[in-house]
């Protein structure tokens, strides 16, 4: 490879970082959902559009996207609190699994007749698009002053129905491929994998926070890289076993997420980051395998429009409606649900499987699917914030993370920094500190209020939306815990 060959490829990188970060801010004032313009700077940089990249590679593609899927699932699952998880998880992982199945058959049923093609392609598309995207569920709702309720709802939904739509995937090919394939067995490996997954997921996840937090290293930045390190390997010990992977990596982020860290807030900054990075680089790759050209097609608009109001006005409120059946959710609840159900790289990575396959339609699915995202992510991701206004499900607004301040967890002390934020309903709202009851050996360090530094005393009264900094040996933390209640940390 020659040196201008190299310093091309280093030169297009930098500036898919750039272009993506300054992509963000663009999202941020005008409301796109930013995989849309990721996506579309991949399609710009293509051959069809600027001639600039020239790429094809559905395999290198799907690598890509899987991995970073890993990443970003993993970054979800650490920030979730399990707290507010767990009195929706019933609710998520029926979603998950019965509302897939259902939004899968229901855009089966239209594809079947829009596009003219077999009922186990059609039902192959409808796999494709029948799980919502963890990236974009979590990027939309991130910021958003939504009710922690129905984001933990959507927020597990996403990171647990990746699994069913790949194995839906993954069967239908199979049945493609291999029409004697027993539909039985298909069911069975379903179990197996989900089982094993979950296994594997929750021990590994458990061994991974003990690990992080008895080792001691040298650098409070390899925390970080141990923590990735882990997600990746327990991706790929559950799939060699034959399991979910994306399910284990989720699982274990919410076990390693629930445990007090050593070093949490670097490892979950660190995170947050290469989720960023990742979802940049699988976007503007996925947007590069795409051939405008191939869209502008009339044929291809009016039914890829058919089969976007399907799935978003039919499939999606069908599924949600009936897997929520049985759970207390309101009616805005319920219609909040079925319209935050937005489509992004999960469909679109499936997509290559097809194509890798080397199925009839492979291409024309991929086609299709990328539409079918465009128009989810532009009309669904777009208003969401304007959805939940409107149906007055905007809860009351959360304490937000000071960055200005360093929180360190120092091993070699035996000492933890405590971020707790003083919500609306927190006894100690308008308490002075004196009249908290700390453990021995515990001192609030800072409260920042309103974005300015308070150094606290005795006398000094804390207000609703204060967020303190407890110092405290670490065999204190459960007892602050306890003092200050769950709800009020922030981590």
């Known amino acids: 490879m020659s040196e201008f060959t190299i310093n091309g490829i280093l030169l297009f990188g930098g500036l898919f970082l750039l272009i993506g970060v300054f992509m963000t801010t663009v999202s941020a004032r005008f409301g796109v959902p930013s995989l849309v313009l990721f996506l579309i700077v991949g399609m710009v940089l293509g051959s069809d559009i600027s001639g600039l990249i020239y790429f094809t590679d559905a395999e290198a593609a799907q690598l890509v996207g899987i991995f970073a899927l890993v990443v970003i699932l993993f970054e979800g699952g650490l920030q979730s609190k399990w707290r507010i998880i767990r009195p929706v998880m019933g609710t998520s992982l029926v979603l998950a699994t019965l509302g897939v199945i259902l939004t899968t058959a229901i855009v089966a049923i239209a594809s079947f007749y829009v596009l003219d ?16 995207d963890a990236a974009a569920v979590f990027s939309v709702l991130t910021g958003q002053n939504i009710s922690s309720r129905l984001s933990a709802t959507l927020e597990a939904e996403s990171g647990t129905n990746d699994p069913m739509a790949m194995f839906l995937t993954i069967a239908f090919i199979q049945l493609i491929q291999i029409p004697d394939a027993s539909f039985l067995n298909l069911i069975g490996a379903f179990f197996v994998q989900m089982g094993v997954g979950i296994l594997v997921g929750v021990v590994l996840g458990w061994f991974a926070s003990y690990t992080i937090n008895k080792i001691r290293l040298d650098a409070s930045g390899l925390y970080a890289v141990l923590a990735a390190g882990f997600a990746v390997f327990i991706y790929s010990v559950t799939a060699v076993l034959g399991g979910s992977g994306l399910l284990a990596v989720y699982l274990a ?3 390693i997420g629930t445990r007090d860290l050593t070093h949490s807030h670097s490892i979950i900054s660190f995170h947050e980051g290469l989720a960023w990075l990742m979802q940049i680089i699988m976007f503007v790759i996925l947007g590069l395998l795409v051939f ?10 009016w039914k890829g429009l058919v089969l976007s109001f399907v799935l978003l006005f039919i499939a999606r409120p069908i599924a949600v409606f009936v897997s929520m059946l049985f759970f207390d959710y309101s009616l805005k609840e319920r219609l909040f649900v079925s319209w935050a159900g937005l489509r992004g790289a999960v469909p679109i990575v499936l997509a290559t499987f097809p194509m890798l396959a080397g199925l009839e339609n492979g291409f024309l699915f991929f086609n299709i699917v990328f539409f079918i995202v465009l128009t989810s992510a532009l009309f669904q991701g777009s208003t969401i914030p304007y959805a939940a206004r409107k149906l007055e499900l905007v809860g009351p607004e959360m304490p937000q993370r000071i960055h200005t301040l360093e929180l360190i967890s120092m091993g070699s002390a035996n000492a933890e920094m405590m971020e707790i934020a003083i919500a609306e309903s927190s006894p100690f709202a308008g308490q002075q500190v004196q009249a908290i009851g700390l453990p021995d050996q515990t001192l609030i360090s800072a409260i920042i209020r309103s ?15 204060d967020v303190l900094y407890v110092l405290t040996e670490k065999k204190q933390v459960p007892n602050v815990r306890m003092v200050f209640g769950e709800e009020d940390f922030i981590n």
């Open 117 to 132: 093609i077999s009922w186990l392609e059609a039902f192959l598309l409808g796999s494709i698009v029948g799980s919502t």
């Open 292 to 301: 405008p050209s191939e869209l502008a097609n009339w044929e291809l608009i």
């Open 451 to 465: 974005g300015r530094l308070v150094m606290p005393a005795g006398p000094t009264k804390l207000k609703a939306g």
């Open 253 to 255: 982020a919410l076990v």
